[in-house]
């Protein structure tokens, strides 16, 4: 995996998906390398000062951002990133948490979701990707948007933030929904499953090049070995699909 480049201090600007990962293995790619990685966490989407959209169009700099492609494509139309940059990293999907030793809702088809949601005192959901879509799009489709609408509750995630489970945890939210690697990990909680495909969008989890990115081949270095074959395990484990290696 060395590049034969000299080593280099590498700015990644990374959400909350796939940070599990990127911490992981990060340790294995400075030794490698020798490259220093320094991370900055924010939201893929939102309305979040700490949003990585945000960050670089105040001018933030940034080597590297992985991150929801929903967010890279918000990045693209405001001209922010290196065309062609893109690698694609791993596939994620929205999920559903309650609290540890709770019931678990059917919320295996679209008329048991409604009725699960419908039935709930208090739902969480992010304020990055998937509680955009979410509170803009899903609860819509399931026709309870408005029937929910004063029991929901977006929660701001990392660094200042917390993860949705959290929330559920402690009781303050008796559904939880978020992607599913920041909901299985945390402690308290019981993962009841992914939502059905009709509300389920295509999420994956992607990094880039911003087009200030000062060391690209140390960038790029770091997205091949986020994408290769010998991390399908790592991406497994925190509750992602691999995709092929390409």
């Known amino acids: 995996m060395a590049t034969g480049a000299a080593a280099a201090d590498v700015k990644v600007m990374i959400s909350a998906g796939f940070f599990a990962v990127y911490e992981e293995l990060g340790p294995a790619f400075e030794k490698s390398t020798g490259h220093k990685l320094i991370t900055t966490r924010g939201p893929s989407v ?3 000062p700490e949003s990585i959209p945000t960050r670089l ?3 933030e700099a940034a080597d590297v951002v992985i991150m929801d492609g929903v967010g890279v494509d918000l990045l693209d139309q405001k001209d922010l990133t290196r065309p062609g940059s893109r690698v694609p990293l791993a596939e994620s999907f929205i999920g559903m948490v309650v609290r540890a030793g709770q ?7 679209m008329d048991s979701l409604r009725k699960t949601l419908l039935a709930a005192k208090s739902i969480a959901y992010s304020d ?7 509170s803009t799009i899903g609860f819509k489709k399931l026709g309870v948007a408005d029937e929910i609408a004063g029991k929901t509750r977006k929660v701001r995630g990392p660094p200042s933030g917390e993860p949705v489970a959290a929330v559920v945890a402690r009781g303050e939210a008796e559904l939880g929904f978020q992607q599913v690697p920041e909901l299985i990990h945390v402690p308290g909680i019981d993962f009841v499953g992914t939502v059905p495909s009709e509300v389920q969008p295509p999420t994956l989890y992607v990094g880039a090049l911003p087009k200030n990115s000062q060391q690209p081949d140390a960038a790029l270095a770091l997205l091949h070995f986020l994408s290769s074959a010998d991390v399908a395990a790592v991406i497994t484990k925190a509750g992602m699909k691999p995709l092929p290696p390409h």
């Not at 019931?103 to 088809?109: E, H, M, Q």
């Open 46 to 48: 939102g309305d979040s």
């Open 57 to 59: 169009s105040r001018g």
């Open 103 to 109: 019931p678990k809702p059917d919320i295996s088809t």
């Open 128 to 134: 990055s990707s998937s509680g955009t879509y979410l």
